[in-house]
């Protein structure tokens, strides 16, 4: 179970495919040069494939454990956890005031695929405190700013974000733990989170918990929720960890993958919290750390996508049933088809992280407008195709693949969550064709009228490419001037559908540009003949009846009657 | 996790929209009357709903072990296993002379079905031993057949398949298992045997391996194998088991799921073995066992399917998120394509089964042709939306899905391995693209024209999803002549896709048919306009060029250079 970082592939899409390029022209980014682009991945590749991935299966096999009360993390953990820290890995796209390298988050999420390639369960640690590193930047006072951030960049602390509670998944206003006001200006926590991602840790010195909290004036739902900073241990005078907070790791659930990845039950007893942005406003500074998450989420499935990927075709070229089985034109099939979503899917992350830099660099809506509308695409498609890859990178391995010892099992154990954590990705299908086409379809318009121009442009070089692109963005263009008529039930109805088109219309988009500028031409007619096809399904389903779906009787659903 | 069998559903499929009334009026199936055939089922689904389902979580965590060289069975497996033996359930379509029901297989691969949905990793053990029966029943001895069936029919003794060897998996012909030939007529066989479905037992006394190995005048290939009756025990005079036969487990793999199923290595060390059929025609007979367990494992995964898609039903009906979830649009969407297509793929298998005894009860070389071509797709579509389901089932519980506890993902592991063994699903595609276009599509173009009557009778009523099949149909009939143009290793490029689309018209057809005759309406419209569509898709793909895939550098593919 070898990884090499693709970093080829991932500096040409940032390179010709989406808009990097330009953020070395802006004041904030200018940095972020080709040299040092290249440098970057180069380092960060090797660290992935050298000191990330040896533990992946260790991991697996051993997983994290309460003993006595306290996390004991897996074989290995603490020192990868370690190296990430000290090579700055942890924030790349971190404000440099507090220690961070102050580079664009594109950037950031080709470094995150990378470690998270080597180990999606370790790297959800990193991923997390990066959250809230950018929640903080954004809502925290001063002073939790001087305190906590350079602890968190540099890796010595990490952090959680506690949103889930038993009845209040999805629903967040359901939530119930309690916040009280303290004479001295901060707050009493109360009450039990679950599914907290490294809700304890011993690969840090402290862990930083985000928990959101309803203060006794805070209305219902979720406009009366604020948010807390809860550490484990309280920061002294000097800033270091002091006493033990009045908080608990419960449990640890049993998981079907991420066996490394503590999941907490967290029982908060009267623990001191202190208040990040304004009382009653904590869903705003949660969607921040939530928006960054969604983006790095969908990397994750591109991520394990990759590793599983090149494991497959490692096998491939090494199996023999008459012959090497990578010559067989259905193995092949399979791993050429993976290899063109993966691309296509890495595509779509690294622009929506890029549209998120220039929003930031530039001040621009537009710029602003177009991360929005990609963050549900990138976070739904990257873990779709994060599946689907590695599900096939299983089937190519035939039984072996069945065998937990080759380890492709593990990458689809592993990966099975990204499509459900952060927002399940039906609820990012929502967010699409709910939020993001409530500025009456603007945004979207304004993205399928570039892939409408790209596609114009490719007409000469690649006429049959760009032809179909172009049908296909054109259809999808009148499906969402249809959908938008709809009540919001009706579209939800073809949500998941409607974001499954969108992304084969962007992916078989960014192919028709790489093939144009120097990418693989086969690889792009692997996916605009094959892959993007399916678009026009996906859309007849988006279109199709709600009416249907609720006329079916539930006794029928549970196949206990006919008809 | 409880599981109701869907008795009336399998009956409105049996009686409603394949050919099983026709079989009571055949000689050879007189008795298999709407009455028996809902006694049988309605005790069937019992059984599987109260006796075996109960035992699938432990198989789970108590996975089959290897005690002192001993197999120690999952705990409560040898009870379920008893009280399935003694209903009679293992004969159910074998020959009464010998035990059996004699009833068709309709209606065993409906038991089937049911057992399976209660313990996958249980049911295999029935499943193969039923693969044996048949292939004696067609290729044994008289002896052998008088000696071995009423002790396998009766579930006293368990059957096994020995193909696979290490260097030998979906290339049968390559392996090097050795037999000799005795004095007294017996043969002595050697060498090891990988990935042996319940390769021992504790629910039963007796182990019967049925062994492809070579003698030494067999030439190379698959054309020099013989098939030999390898028993773990010999059986004395009385037919009793005697010595232990030079045979032994020597390890058990550690697998994604199915648990509960001991996979073995067997070691054959100058074993005892009695020849079935002639000499270096093994594979004659190994097909017919391979055949029937095609088919069955494409029921095993509507068989899971069906039973994770209840669960998750039920969990939608009681999870309150804003009201309960399964009101939500995009849940109900994912219950009902999924059980959509649970009916789809259902109505397939009982089809393909229902061909296979009526070419039995009436010669007819048409139904032994329609058998032949359903059974691929049988087996690919049947496991490809059990996993399908499966994962959508896990999606539906959310962050629950993903804890072990809750069961849905066991499911998804469990029915993961069905489309890989008895040949992968890619194996299935070739052999549908190959073989079984062979005679020049003459079986499938037979299909068609059903499917394409049946649009037309339906279009008075049923105008829009008439006019929906018939194109689609119409459209298969067209790729389907295309590609019998193109050269093997062309058509196997697209065989997946091909495949894939030759389900999807099939089932739209089963869909369209129900829903004529009392079947339920809505389903058959959320079949035939949300899933049937990607049907123009899959045959894009199935004719997409084979060149794009051999022209995508080894290094591309495994992520290492950017074009």
Same mark, same amino acid.
């Given at each position: ?11 040409? *899409? ?9 953020? &070395?022209?802006?004041? #904030?980014? /200018? ?97 997390? +405190? ?21 602890? %968190? ?12 509670? !038993? ?11 309690? /916040? ?7 707050? +009493? ?20 918990? #985000?928990?959101? /909290? ?7 739902? +979720? ?34 993958? $991420? ?11 009267? /623990? ?8 009653? =406003? ?25 590793? &599983? ?14 012959? !090497? *089985? ?52 990138? =976070? ?22 069945? $065998? ?71 259809? %999808? ?19 998941? !559908?409607?974001?499954? &088109? ?6 078989? &988009? ?28 996906? #859309? ?11 006329? *079916? ?11």
């Amino acid at each position: 179970m070898t990884y090499t970082a693709p970093v080829e592939q991932i500096e040409f *899409i940032l390179n010709k495919v989406v808009s990097f390029p330009q953020l &070395a022209g802006t004041e #904030l980014f /200018a940095e972020a040069t080709p040299e040092t682009t290249s440098a970057i991945l180069t380092e960060a590749g090797k660290l992935a494939g050298e000191v990330i991935a040896p533990v992946n299966r260790a991991g697996d096999l051993t997983p994290a454990a309460l003993e006595n009360g306290k996390l004991r993390s897996s074989p290995g953990y603490a020192d990868a956890f370690r190296a990430l820290a000290e090579g700055g890995w942890i924030g790349v796209s971190a404000n440099p005031e507090y220690g961070g390298m102050g580079l664009p988050q594109a950037l950031n999420m080709a470094v995150n695929e990378m470690v998270a390639s080597g180990c999606l369960a370790l790297q959800l640690n990193p991923m997390l +405190t990066q959250g809230q590193i950018e929640a903080l930047e954004h809502h925290g006072s001063d002073e939790l700013k001087s305190l906590y951030l350079p602890k %968190l960049i540099s890796g010595e602390w990490s952090g959680t974000m506690n949103l889930t509670e !038993p009845q209040a998944g999805s629903d967040v206003g359901a939530l119930t733990t309690k /916040a009280t006001r303290n004479d001295d200006g901060t707050y +009493t926590v109360t009450g039990q989170k679950i599914f907290i991602t490294w809700g304890d840790s011993d690969v840090t010195e402290n862990v930083c918990h #985000l928990v959101l /909290a309803r203060l006794p004036d805070g209305g219902q739902g +979720t406009r009366g929720i604020s948010l807390f900073m809860v550490p484990k241990f309280i920061p002294d005078a000097d800033g270091n960890p002091g006493v033990a907070n009045d908080l608990r790791v419960v449990s640890l659930e049993h998981k079907l993958g $991420i066996h490394g990845s503590p999941t907490c039950v967290m029982s908060f007893e009267g /623990a001191k919290g202190w208040l990040v942005g304004e009382e009653h =406003k904590g869903m705003a500074a949660m969607f921040t750390m939530m928006n960054a998450a969604r983006l790095g989420v969908g990397v994750q499935g591109v991520a394990q996508a990759e590793a &599983a990927l090149q494991q497959a075709t490692e096998y491939a070229a090494e199996r023999v049933q008459m012959g !090497p *089985i990578i010559r067989h034109p259905d193995v092949r099939r399979m791993l050429a088809e993976s290899r063109a979503e993966v691309f296509a899917a890495r595509a779509i992350c690294l622009a929506c992280a890029t549209a998120l830099d220039m929003a930031r660099a530039t001040g621009s809506d537009d710029w602003a407008a177009r991360a929005a509308l990609l963050t549900p695409i990138a =976070k739904a498609y990257g873990t779709d195709i994060g599946i689907r890859v590695c599900d096939t990178a299983v089937q190519v391995h035939g039984g072996m693949g069945y $065998i937990e010892e080759t380890g492709a099992a593990q990458y689809l154990r592993d990966v099975r969550i990204t499509a459900i954590y952060e927002g399940t990705n039906g609820i990012q299908a929502m967010d699409l064709v709910g939020r993001k086409l409530s500025d009456g379809g603007a945004a979207a318009m304004a993205l399928l009228d570039e892939i409408l121009d790209g596609a114009k442009a490719a007409q000469a070089d690649q006429p049959e490419l760009a032809e179909q692109v172009w049908q296909a963005a054109e259809t %999808l263009r009148e499906t969402t001037l249809e959908l938008l008529d709809r009540d919001l039930n009706e579209r939800f109805a073809g949500a998941v !559908p409607y974001l499954s &088109a969108f992304s084969r219309v962007l992916g078989a &988009a960014f192919h028709l540009l790489a093939a144009l500028r120097g990418g693989n031409r086969a690889l792009a007619r692997v996916y605009i003949t094959r892959i993007l096809p399916h678009f026009a399904a996906d #859309l007849a389903a988006a279109r199709a009846d709600l009416a249907d779906l609720e006329a *079916i009787d539930e006794a029928v659903l549970l196949g206990r009657m006919a008809g």
